[in-house]
């Protein structure tokens, strides 16, 4: 047994540990939360109905998916908790279409963004 504790204490650690904080693990976990939110809206605005639909509305869904990309992590978070409380099924693809439709037209009055040539922006 000797031998064996004077060997333990004669190797030194093989890497070191730091104290991670609260707020950094914190700061971790929402930045994972966030691109599972991203992912879960892209995936959402990539099925095949949603496609149909946003072409029928006149909007391009390649720019429907560079405006997600640019939406801000509080702007991700609201879209992903509204279309987490839709019901399953029939009015559900609609409404969420239109809150994306709806943030979409928002922003490109505040001139965030250019993506309807109907409108006109406040800058």
Same mark, same amino acid.
């Given at each position: 047994?000797?031998?064996?504790?004077?060997?333990? $204490?004669? @190797?030194?650690? /093989?890497? =070191?540990?730091?104290? #991670?904080?609260?707020?950094?693990?914190?700061?971790?976990?929402? %930045?994972?939360?966030?691109?599972?939110?991203?992912?879960?809206?892209?995936?959402?605005?990539?099925?095949?109905?949603?496609?149909?639909?946003?072409?029928? $509305?006149? @909007?391009?869904? /390649?720019? =429907?998916?560079?405006? #997600?990309?640019?939406?801000?992590?509080?702007?991700?978070?609201? %879209?992903?908790?509204?279309?987490?409380?839709?019901?399953?099924?029939?009015?559900?693809?609609?409404?969420?279409?239109?809150?994306?439709?709806?943030?979409? $037209?928002?922003t490109d009055?505040?001139?965030?963004?250019?993506?309807?040539?109907?409108?006109?922006?406040?800058?």
């Amino acid at each position: 047994m000797a031998p064996f504790l004077i060997m333990t $204490l004669a @190797v030194p650690a /093989a890497h =070191a540990t730091a104290v #991670v904080t609260t707020a950094q693990a914190m700061a971790q976990s929402g %930045i994972e939360q966030t691109r599972s939110e991203r992912a879960r809206i892209q995936g959402f605005l990539a099925r095949e109905d949603v496609v149909k639909q946003l072409v029928r $509305l006149g @909007v391009s869904p /390649a720019d =429907a998916q560079s405006r #997600v990309a640019a939406l801000t992590d509080a702007e991700i978070a609201r %879209i992903d908790q509204h279309i987490e409380q839709l019901p399953a099924g029939g009015n559900s693809l609609i409404g969420a279409l239109v809150f994306i439709f709806v943030l979409l $037209l928002i922003t490109d009055i505040l001139g965030l963004t250019k993506v309807f040539p109907f409108t006109r922006s406040v800058r």
